[in-house]
């Protein structure tokens, strides 16, 4: 059972204070109720955090980036590089990629295995696929599939989150984030997952899992997300609550309650040790909000809910994760089989958009 955390009243003045001041600086303030409020819709609120979080890409880097002059549309052709931080230079490009995205970036949890979508045609980045642990509780997905609390624990790892999927500037005009989200259900991920945890054994139950990746999920940042809209093999389920931590998490509020805690409460501070659960920083946070006598929920929320989609990856994948059946009935597809369908369905459009690009100038 994990510790609650209690503070003396000097103290909760002390963090009220700089909590009052990090949301600020987003202009959001906190009600009477205890709940948030600004002036700004919360796309606006997530741009201000984007130019807060993201820097410009590195000048050494721009290489690899290419502008609508340097592509050929017709000679697209899609790559899934897999890469782990071992690799500096696949690394960097990837990190300098999310610094383009509209919407802050997550660095995930967990395990992780992330991808950079490479196009050969033109030698140039075309976009990033990032997948990591799901979110242990998550209604709306929970519902879907039909979980109970101990179904969940033995078939949550046989799922995976994308929690970075979409393409560069100018592959996005071109709906390359269309190609990256059906990549993401390759072949080519699928046997990599089972390659990379074919064997092992969890760090937590020390338990050996079935190495089969049989489906992914993903949320869109504001509602649903034109990125899945038609797009075969992704399904829209429903919204979820719209909680996200970034204006907690961008702005050096956890730093703050760190260096305090470390002062006031540092064995509490310092009880972590891998394993003890998921995104540990956000629960501490959320142990430190109710100290403060607010609820969690309410500050965690900009009132946008996201929309919350799942990709099934093997046949037998609801009766898999129920903990019906061990096999699994697969219907793969490889990057070229999905590159080919998106150049028939999702191309066409793409190109409309890429050639008025050029009518009308890069901007």
Wanted: charged residues 30%.
């Amino acid at each position: 059972m994990e510790k609650k955390l209690i503070l003396n009243e000097r103290t909760k003045i002390r963090l009220r204070e700089i909590l009052i001041r990090s949301l600020n600086e987003y202009d959001i303030k906190i009600t009477e109720d205890g709940r948030l409020e600004s002036h700004l819709p919360p796309k606006e609120i997530m741009k201000k955090i984007v130019l807060k979080q993201n820097a410009s890409i590195k000048l050494s880097f721009k290489k690899y980036f290419a502008t609508a002059k340097d592509i050929n549309p017709h000679k697209i052709k899609p790559k899934l590089i897999y890469f782990d931080s071992s690799n500096k230079k696949f690394r960097d490009i990837y990190l300098n990629a999310i610094k383009s995205w509209s919407t802050p970036v997550s660095y995930g949890f967990g395990r992780r295995i992330r991808f950079l979508v490479w196009d050969e045609g033109n030698d140039k980045l075309l976009g990033v696929l990032a997948l990591c642990d799901p979110v242990i509780g998550l209604q709306t997905r929970d519902e879907f599939i039909g979980w109970d609390k101990e179904t969940k624990e033995l078939r949550l790892y046989n799922m995976m989150t994308a929690y970075v999927l979409g393409a560069v500037y100018p592959y996005n005009v071109l709906l390359g984030a269309k190609l990256v989200a059906l990549l993401a259900t390759s072949k080519e991920v699928v046997d990599k997952f089972r390659e990379k945890y074919k064997g092992k054994t969890t760090y937590i139950n020390k338990a050996k899992k079935i190495p089969e990746l049989v489906a992914i999920d993903t949320m869109g940042a504001f509602g649903k997300s034109s990125i899945y809209n038609r797009l075969r093999g992704w399904k829209f389920i429903g919204y979820t609550k719209g909680q996200t931590h970034y204006h907690l998490s961008t702005n050096g509020f956890f730093e703050e309650v760190r260096d305090v805690l470390l002062e006031v409460a540092p064995k509490f501070y310092q009880s972590y040790k891998y394993g003890d659960g998921s995104n540990w920083k956000i629960r501490l946070i959320r142990k430190v909000l109710s100290a403060l006598d607010l609820n969690p929920e309410n500050i965690f929320s900009l009132g946008a809910k996201r929309g919350y989609y799942i990709a099934p990856l093997v046949e037998n994948w609801k009766e898999f994760l129920n903990n019906k059946t061990d096999k699994v009935i697969r219907n793969e597809q490889t990057v070229e089989e999905l590159f080919e369908y998106w150049k028939k369905r999702w191309f066409p459009t793409g190109l409309k958009r890429f050639e008025r690009l050029l009518e009308e100038g890069e901007g």
